[in-house]
């Protein structure tokens, strides 16, 4: 008969029977009737393996032949087996395994003793804090970064180094100063806008924004057109009406501001009937407002507020008296009239806005505003978005316990969306919910644990699992702060307890599949032995993944934004604790818990099966019933062995794929990063919509500021991990204003600058220091009687140049009558001197425009310095644009660069491991493919590579290298030359339960975290169940298609042959093919081993 070639079929004996499996091994005719040579004993351990257990067995010995589960009859033949010995290394991790075996129960107790204790003293001596920093998330050690630090600290400190002198000077140049922006999540800190778009402003910055952002509602109403003036005072008697033409208290102070938007796309929000929705939503909210005294603005009762239902007042003959229904109804004639004068209006206002300063174009009504009507008015004449400004003056977090009785206006007719100018409705509200969100991850924990309680059927193992993870996370945290020193703990941080808890539940089952297979192949053995092959075969495997996963976190740490950076290395602990836990509490656990099912002694604490088997019960029922998951995963074998060319057709088909839409993942259009979503609460609403007003539009095209400094170097000595620790001042010691070149190039600079289109003066009367400075020198030498201080300091110098040896007493004699901090100086130098510009962009910019105008301000300033002389030739700036456009940049760069990191790391893990280059091409375009395809999928669900992204994208990177690198280390198993699709077949029956466990109990949590409300939380929970399904399907797909098609049946035999070759290990055919075994086994011997 011939012998059929046994590459085309799958094979089903597995060298090494998992639980459930006592299947018949295929051997050919040829070899049936050999002889098995005895094997070399090389271990003072050994036991017999017994291929059935006894149940099975007839009196004779002989083994009752038995189907294998999930096969069919054609496929199985029935062969007698002899029983082999089985022979335990006496190796180094053996003998501590048998060790632990013996006194489990004091390594078990002797552990966890010390991991309290070290628990403990991490958490005091550490200073652990619930309430943890949020500060930070700005790059630090890059050269903008460098930059903005050093420009920071003077803006900061100017005043008082221009008013204290050498003490503050000193202070300055010696210590490091402390964090200027630190808060901690929930605090009342003065940055309101901290904790909802981790960003903070700079003062002098931020004060420039508010005094030129708003400034297209200077026109409001004017009082001085008498018509409207006597309407407004006859309409609000006894008002301050005042208020509605005060920019300053109509914009600076944080009042209540809905947004209005019309539910029906064919209604305008002008049309009469909206205009009385709105008006009945204003006057529900008046009343709340003025019963809890929120409002303000006329001797009884409140202003009305600023809204399109106001300025319908003013136009309507004695709107002011009239109710919402006849003010519609008063309303009608004007619409049409009024649409078109706002249409006018909007299109001149673009054309004549200026940040700077304009005037209002004669076409805008009295009363008009941008912050009427939305930004593309003048071309649709249809109003979708509008907003209402109350005369508020209450804390928002009074105003917030009312937020659900201001009225929100008509079902699917007109939606208002509430909060105030700065949000703060918002930033309370994303403060709230932290706590549920943290609530609602913490029930995806639990899930975790019932899905343990279920896998190993163990109360004892489960809670001894879950003491693993916790203390995991105490321990990192000891590590953290004693032994590495770093202070600054980020929210960040307590994300990575839920990474742990799915990737230490993984290793949970590694574990007992490990000791459960072991125990199935030598039912007879003592436990110590078990332990001896369990436990070395199972760290082993689980140190693989751990190593990976730790290192493509501890990549994540290139990342110089200090809350990122520290998530990393916290991650990474957590991971390699979690391990180390797991190595010293599980397996004595798993000992304890083995020692007592031998014995009998088994309760429900120890297993879910109270009480013992009644003897005589079918064995045979039992044990097709254990291994339910294997006869699965059978029948999946033989139908990936089936169609596995196609299925490795479209797996590179996929491939290719996955790595076309990676490449389309476009940047952020804007720099904007928003904790919650749209669709979570009408505060985000409120945001979103605002957007589309014109005076937002408006105000986006005014751009921002930078500042431009001699005398100071770029620098950042503080400690960079820590936002509480700033830095030093450092000054350029090569600056010096005094030399004549020096000053002709000083003077040239602005004028220079404004000349380019880029830059601007930061207001219409700003002029450069010194430049004024030659103003004034210009001035007094023209007076008959100059200046005392001039004619005794300035060597009468008319302009620049001043004579070298009088400029520094000069220029700071200007200085100090002028009271201008932006010449500072110290030991009667000149020190530093700061200007001011404007630019045309703003830190929610696109990013492209961001990044081409900073290439564009850094090449001419470099090109200037060029031409400088090497007195001055120095000049920095920055902003804090660019500085968020720089800790963007590098979240973009950490996001591809701790990719490349972990690839390289698997791919060097898995050659070390398995000595295999194939498998290591097989595992490294597997975990490629987990990567493009999770990618893409998430551009397909309209990602971006954001700030939040890219903290994800950290996550993705140490979880999708976790499964194939366990079937990676399950192929290479056995030695030798063993066929490909039994070695395929073996790495899934082998690592299969553990890997699918892993992978249900990871997707359920996330499910679970999917009901949050917090941006981030959902978008970890999203990246997290997008890449274990995709870890599942590359690795159960991908990569045992590759291995079934073109894996390997000798995978160390390239690099075997290349030791030989070089002289390293044993004889070339010693190395690369060992003697086998009648049963395909190999034969231990000195050269396998």
Not at 230 to 236: E, V, Y
Not at 256 to 281: F, G, H, Q, R, Y
Not at 557 to 578: H, R, T
Request: hydrophobic letters at 40%; charged letters at 20%; aromatic letters at 12%.
């Amino acid at each position: 008969m011939p012998k059929k070639d046994e590459t085309d079929r799958p094979s089903k004996r597995l060298s090494a029977e998992p639980e459930g499996f006592r299947g018949s091994q295929i051997d050919s005719e040829s070899e049936s009737d050999e002889e098995t040579p005895p094997p070399k004993r090389t271990s003072k351990l050994s036991i017999t393996r017994l291929s059935l257990s006894k149940s099975a067995m007839g009196e004779s010995g002989s083994v009752a032949p038995k189907r294998v589960s999930g096969a069919s009859n054609k496929d199985v033949k029935r062969i007698s087996h002899s029983t082999a010995p089985t022979v335990v290394n006496d190796g180094f991790w053996e003998r501590q395994s048998m060790r632990i075996a013996r006194i489990p129960r004091i390594f078990l107790s002797t552990t966890l003793l010390v991991s309290v204790i070290l628990s403990v003293v991490g958490f005091t001596v550490g200073g652990f804090d619930a309430n943890v920093d949020n500060a930070g998330w700005q790059s630090r050690g890059t050269d903008i970064a460098n930059k903005q630090t050093q420009l920071l600290l003077v803006s900061r400190f100017k005043d008082e180094l221009f008013a204290e002198g050498e003490p503050r000077w000193r202070d300055l140049l010696s210590n490091v100063q402390p964090g200027w922006q630190t808060e901690s999540l929930g605090d009342d800190g003065t940055d309101d806008g901290l904790s909802r778009r981790l960003k903070s402003i700079e003062s002098e910055e931020s004060q420039w924004y508010l005094e030129t952002s708003h400034r297209d509602l200077q026109a409001t109403l004017d009082l001085d057109v008498a018509d409207l003036g006597q309407r407004l005072i006859a309409g609000l008697p006894n008002c301050n009406i005042g208020w509605y033409a005060n920019i300053t208290d109509l914009l600076y102070e944080e009042h209540l501001w809905p947004i209005w938007k019309t539910e029906n796309p064919s209604t305008t929000l002008l049309s009469p009937n909206m205009i009385k929705d709105i008006c009945v939503a204003e006057e529900n909210t008046q009343r709340v407002l003025e019963a809890n005294n929120f409002c303000f603005g006329c001797q009884e009762g409140c202003l009305p507020p600023y809204s399109p239902v106001l300025f319908a007042r003013i136009v309507v003959e004695n709107g002011f008296s009239m109710t919402c229904q006849q003010l519609s109804e008063g309303w009608t004639q004007y619409q049409a009239a009024t649409e078109n004068s706002w249409a006018a209006c909007t299109k001149d206002l673009k054309e004549v806005y200026d940040k700077d300063g304009f005037t209002m174009p004669t076409s805008c009504p009295p009363g008009f505003t941008a912050a009427l009507v939305e930004e593309n008015f003048d071309s649709t004449k249809f109003m979708t978005y509008t907003s209402s400004i109350f005369a508020t003056n209450a804390d928002p977090k009074v105003m917030y316990d009312f937020v659900d009785q201001f009225d929100q206006g008509v079902e699917d007719v007109v939606y208002g969306a509430y909060d105030t100018q700065y949000e703060g409705f918002n930033k309370i509200f994303t403060d709230s919910v932290v706590g549920r969100d943290m609530a609602l991850a913490c029930a995806s924990a639990f899930i975790t644990a019932i899905a343990i309680l279920v896998h190993t059927k163990s109360p004892f193992i489960t809670g001894i699992g879950l003491l693993q993870i916790i203390l995991s996370f105490p321990l990192s945290f000891f590590v953290y702060t004693l032994l590495g020193g770093l202070d600054f703990f980020p929210f960040l941080n307590f994300i990575g307890v839920f990474v742990v808890f799915a990737l230490g539940a993984d290793d949970i089952f590694v574990a007992v599949d490990k000791w459960k297979n072991a125990r199935i192949e030598n039912p007879d053995a003592d436990t110590e032995i078990i332990a001896a092959i369990a436990f070395p075969d199972a760290a082993g495997a689980m140190f693989l993944t751990t190593i990976t996963t730790a290192i493509a976190f501890f990549g994540t740490a290139i990342c110089p934004v200090a809350p990122i950076k520290m998530f990393a290395i916290f991650c990474g602990l957590l991971i390699m604790f979690d391990y180390l836990m797991c190595c010293m509490l599980v397996f004595p656990a798993l000992c304890i818990y083995d020692s007592k099912l031998r014995a009998d002694k088994s309760n429900c604490c120890n297993a879910c099966n109270c009480g013992k088997k009644e003897e005589g019960e079918d064995s045979l029922e039992d044990e097709n019933k254990m291994s339910l998951i294997h006869r699965i995963l059978f029948g999946y074998y033989n139908i990936l062995h089936k169609f596995r060319w196609g299925l490795m057709a479209l797996s590179l088909i996929g491939f290719a794929l996955a790595c076309w839409g990676a490449t389309t993942l476009k940047l952020p259009t804007s720099a904007e990063v928003r904790l919650v979503g749209e669709d979570a609460i009408q505060f985000e609403e409120n945001f979103l919509w605002r957007d589309n007003l014109l005076q937002s539009s408006l105000d986006k095209s005014g751009g921002s500021t930078i500042l431009v400094a001699f005398g100071i170097e770029p620098a950042d000595t503080g400690d960079q991990n820590n936002p509480k620790k700033w830095s030093q001042l450092v000054l350029d010691n090569t600056f010096d204003a005094a030399p004549e070149a020096s000053q002709r190039f000083l003077e040239s600079f602005c004028p220079e600058a404004f000349a380019e289109e880029f830059l601007a003066p930061a207001s219409v009367d700003y002029e450069c220091p010194i430049n004024r400075f030659a103003a004034w020198l210009q001035t007094e030498s023209a007076k008959e009687s100059p200046d005392a201080g001039y004619a005794s300091k300035c060597g009468g110098a008319s302009g620049i140049p001043v004579p070298e040896a009088n400029f520094d007493a000069c220029l700071m004699e200007w200085a100090a009558q002028n009271e201008e901090d932006t010449v500072l100086s110290v030991d009667n130098k000149v020190r530093i001197i700061m200007m001011e510009f404007a630019i045309r962009i703003r830190f929610d910019s696109p990013f492209d425009d961001l990044e081409n105008e900073y290439n564009t301000i850094d090449g001419w300033m470099t090109a200037k310095s060029a031409t400088a002389p090497e007195t001055a030739n120095k000049v920095i700036f920055s902003s804090q644009t660019f500085w968020w456009f720089d800790t963007n940049r590098q979240m973009l760069t950490t996001a591809t660069g701790s990719a490349s990191i972990a690839l390289a790391t698997a791919a060097i893990v898995i050659f070390l491991s398995s000595y295999s280059f194939s498998l290591t091409f097989f595992a490294t375009f597997t975990i490629g493919y987990v990567l493009t395809s999770v990618t893409s999928t998430l551009v397909a669900l309209g990602w971006t590579l954001g700030f939040l992204e890219s903290i994800c994208f950290a996550i993705l990177i140490g979880v999708s290298v976790d499964f194939v690198i366990h079937f990676c280390h399950a192929y290479s198993h056995a030695h030798g030359d063993v066929d490909r699709h039994e070695r395929t077949q073996q790495a899934l029956i082998r690592m299969g339960p553990s890997i699918l466990a892993a992978g249900v109990t990871t997707i359920a949590a996330a499910i679970i975290m999917l009901f949050t409300v917090i941006n981030f939380f959902q978008k970890f929970a999203l990246i997290l169940f997008m890449t274990i399904i995709q870890a599942t399907v590359g690795s159960f797909i991908v990569f045992l298609t590759l291995t079934d098609c073109v894996g390997p049946s000798n995978p160390t035999y390239m690099a075997d042959l290349i030791k030989a070759k070089l002289g390293f290990g044993g004889s070339e055919d010693d190395s690369v093919t060992p003697k086998k075994k009648r049963d395909g086994t190999e034969l231990t011997t000195e050269s396998s081993r």
